[in-house]
């Protein structure tokens, strides 16, 4: 099946630095790619709907000019957390639908944390 | 706009044992329906989804799910578990015909104990 890759897997910073988690489909293009957040022992919330070369659509309460989100090519779109803080920390996850298929691909996830 | 519940946040069995895990629904619109797993410290997975046509689905791991359409339900069942199928899984709904956001239940942790 398709594949969807995200670097870097962990990632530690110092609060009030800036962080970019990629995200990739390797076999496959994807014109909309999906950024979620999952605190520990939670479902995946939604932060935003990255649309290749269009602004992002954001979620309601995600704030725009801390989770900024370029979708520069049909196969990569990145989300940089700015100024994060310790609240930044959690498990970041991308995902793409394949057309062909009919199905969503999940990324294995970035676990941020700030110190 | 689209719900959904998973009833159950954890479910405990016994190796061998059958399970399902619940999921209803709810939309004012068709939908595609999906069951995902997810492995601690992974992404998800895709178990299985249903589009259209038969309202019984299986996947290559023994797992099944349901549409039944009248109760808004999309409940799914294994007739005997294994230790490895201990994880979380999520049910999620979009709205069908298009490449949209999915929704996603709240999550059932599926413990497996030998």
């Known amino acids: 099946g398709a594949v969807v890759s995200q670097h870097p897997s962990r990632v530690i910073c110092k609060s009030g630095t800036s962080v970019k988690i990629e995200c990739r489909s390797l076999d496959f293009q994807a014109t909309t790619m999906f950024w979620y957040r999952q605190f520990p022992k939670q479902s995946l919330m939604l932060m935003a709907t990255?649309?290749?070369?269009?602004?992002?659509?954001?979620e309601q309460g995600v704030e725009k000019d801390k989770f900024l989100i370029n979708h520069a090519s049909l196969t990569l779109s990145t989300l940089t957390v700015t100024s994060a803080h310790p609240e930044d920390s959690s498990f970041y996850i991308c995902s793409a639908w394949d057309r062909g298929g009919y199905e969503q691909y999940f990324g294995p996830g970035t676990r941020l944390t700030v110190t | 706009a689209q719900s959904v519940t998973q009833l159950d946040s954890q479910v405990p069995v016994f190796e061998e044992a059958p399970v399902e895990l619940r999921c209803n629904y709810s939309s004012s619109v068709s939908v595609y329906l999906f069951w995902y797993v997810q492995y601690p410290n992974q992404g998800l997975q895709l178990l299985l989804k249903?589009?259209?046509?038969?309202?019984l689905v299986e996947s290559i791991n023994g797992f099944e799910a349901e549409f039944n359409k009248s109760q808004t339900s999309f409940h799914l069942r294994k007739p005997s578990v294994h230790i490895s199928d201990t994880a979380e899984y999520f049910c999620?709904?979009?709205?069908?015909?298009?490449?949209?956001?999915?929704?996603f239940g709240a999550g059932t942790r599926l413990a497996v104990h030998p």
């Open positions: 999620a709904v979009t709205p069908s015909g298009g490449y949209n956001k999915l929704i």
């Open positions: 990255s649309n290749e070369g269009s602004k992002a659509t954001y």
């Open positions: 249903y589009l259209s046509g038969s309202t």
